[in-house]
């Protein structure tokens, strides 16, 4: 009798587990005990094989660690015949889309409320400017007027004083 376990590193979970009983062994040999792997994909990793081998008489207890490469599960799941494929995950999917979509429009938004916000100040500053440039033309008009009628009245008035 055969009962071999596979787990993952670091883990007591069993991944997979194949048990063989009534099997006939020639003495000192040796030969290769399949584990099925139940049309799963084999991904990598390091796992551990726990096997207990069992005779009337003598029982043997062997585990091993092993890794499966990223080259070696790929090119193992390839020849697999009856793998069972994995399906998307669609709502996911649909949810990093969306989540996507959703922070390039709050992105898009910012930038033109901060392109408005700009041309808003860049207005307002032109406005005052402008204020500013009339109320200097004023200053300048009401000086000149001024100036113009103080020139003017003391000339009046020492007309006036001459004719007294």
Partial sequence: AVDAKVMKKGTT???????????????????????SWDNQSLDPGTYILQLVAQSAE?????????????KDSSNLNKE???LEKKAPNWILIISVVIGVMFLLILVVVFFISRHQKKKAAEKRARLIK??????QQELRKRKSS?????????????????VN
């Fill in 58 to 70: 003598e029982k043997w207890e062997f585990e091993k660690e092993f890794t499966i490469s990223a």
């Fill in 13 to 35: 979970k069993v991944l997979h587990e194949t048990k063989k009983e009534g099997m006939t062994m020639a003495p000192n040999s040796n030969f290769d005990f399949p584990i």
């Fill in 146 to 162: 001024s100036e113009g009628l103080t020139k003017k009245r003391p000339n009046n008035r020492t007309t006036k004083n001459k």
């Fill in 80 to 82: 697999a015949v009856e």
């Fill in 130 to 135: 402008q204020r500013k440039r009339k109320k």
